[in-house]
């Protein structure tokens, strides 16, 4: 059973590797823009992609580059997000796609923007839903672009480095282990739940707080 997990786990490892790393960067920078993109984030799973692409880098410097790939197609997005917000902000709230993400959450962002400021802006990138809704608002707040990227900037590198990191060290790790430990697909399958677990745990976590905070 053990080694049966392992084999699975070195061909899956395997079939990403085996992909072109520009093909699979490229892929990962625009699953991430459209992610962070007014809207779309709530449908496109872009943090599943930058682990499945991580599980792939061969070297530190494809390491590096997919990083500087996936942090330059999240600033994309939410810049894509930011000037929607600008130019048609009002249009897209009122619209059918605005109004199938409720008012309530409109408000609950414009409520988190005026509390918190240039936090809001940061900490949304580790928020659901807020991560796509905060950057239009902030588009349609009269906040100013290079402001926004002041703080949106740091947010999307310390995204980016904790997945990327994270998931490319766990398939090293199972790499250079798989030959001589037969648990060791359990290990990597282990740390990749962790991080995910984590991930969401901590968004819940923050979005609680916050939201208390917003109706204190």
């Excluded at 943090?47 to 494809?62: N, Q």
């Excluded at 060290?169 to 995910?196: C, P």
Aim: overall charge positive; hydrophobic content about 50%; charged content about 15%.
């Amino acid at each position: 059973m053990l080694m049966r997990v392992n084999e699975a786990l070195t061909w899956l490892l395997d079939v990403v590797q085996s992909v072109d790393p520009v093909l699979r960067t490229l892929l990962a920078g625009l699953a991430i823009m459209l992610e962070t993109s007014v809207l779309i984030g709530l449908i496109v799973p872009g943090d599943t992609v930058v682990i499945v692409a991580a599980t792939g880098v061969s070297s530190t410097l494809e390491g590096f580059v997919l990083g500087a790939v996936v942090v330059v197609g999240a600033l994309l997005g939410e810049s894509i997000g930011f000037a929607l917000g600008r130019w048609l902000g009002p249009h897209i709230r009122t619209s059918w796609v605005g109004r199938l993400i409720g008012e309530q959450n409109w408000q609950r962002s414009e409520r988190y923007l005026r509390r918190r400021g240039g936090l809001a802006i940061f900490l949304s990138r580790f928020l659901p839903v807020l991560h796509s809704l905060v950057p239009l608002t902030v588009g349609m707040s009269g906040y100013s672009y290079r402001r926004f990227l002041m703080w949106t900037l740091p947010a999307c590198v310390l995204w980016t480095s904790l997945y990327v990191s994270i998931a490319a060290g766990a398939a090293r790790s199972y790499r250079e282990a798989a030959d001589s430990a037969h648990y060791a697909g359990y290990v990597f399958v282990g740390v990749i739940l962790l991080l995910v677990v984590g991930v969401f745990t901590a968004k819940k976590i923050i979005a609680r707080v916050e939201r208390r905070h917003m109706h204190d």
